[in-house]
């Protein structure tokens, strides 16, 4: 039963921040052993994985966007949220937030239903 929605701007100019916000519902972010994700698939490519963080609040971030990219949670929400920043139009994509239990692997078993968010001026 546990839920996941993305919110957040769909348009963001180029140099500027990408903010988008994750509530789960159905599941506690610091009470169960899980993986919080934030996944993007830009248009006609594969699903990148972006980052993650861990119930106790630590963070790891794919190696090509973890200069530009932070992940933060508001416990008392249940949410989780991603900063990309500096965006071009290469950042276009739809977001994921998704749920992975520790050992899947690239596996996830809840997912948000994804926002488009286009960086253009």
């Known amino acids: 039963q546990v839920q996941l929605q993305e919110s957040g701007p769909g348009l963001v100019k180029p140099s500027q921040t990408l903010s988008l916000t994750c509530t789960v519902s159905?599941?506690?972010?610091?009470?169960?052993?899980?993986?919080w994700n934030w996944i993007r698939q830009p248009p006609w490519k594969g699903l990148e994985w972006m980052g993650r963080?861990?119930?106790?609040?630590?963070?790891y971030y794919s190696p090509s966007l973890k200069s530009r990219t932070s992940i933060s949670r508001d416990t008392s929400k249940n949410q989780f949220s991603l900063q990309l920043n500096s965006v071009t139009p290469d950042d276009t994509a739809v977001y994921y937030c998704?749920?992975?239990?520790?050992?899947?692997?690239?596996?996830?078993?809840?997912w948000g239903q994804g926002t488009q968010v286009t960086v253009s001026s």
């Open positions: 159905g599941g506690s972010i610091t009470t169960n052993y899980y993986y």
């Open positions: 998704a749920r992975g239990p520790p050992g899947a692997g690239d596996e996830y078993d809840d």
């Open positions: 963080m861990h119930l106790d609040g630590s963070t």
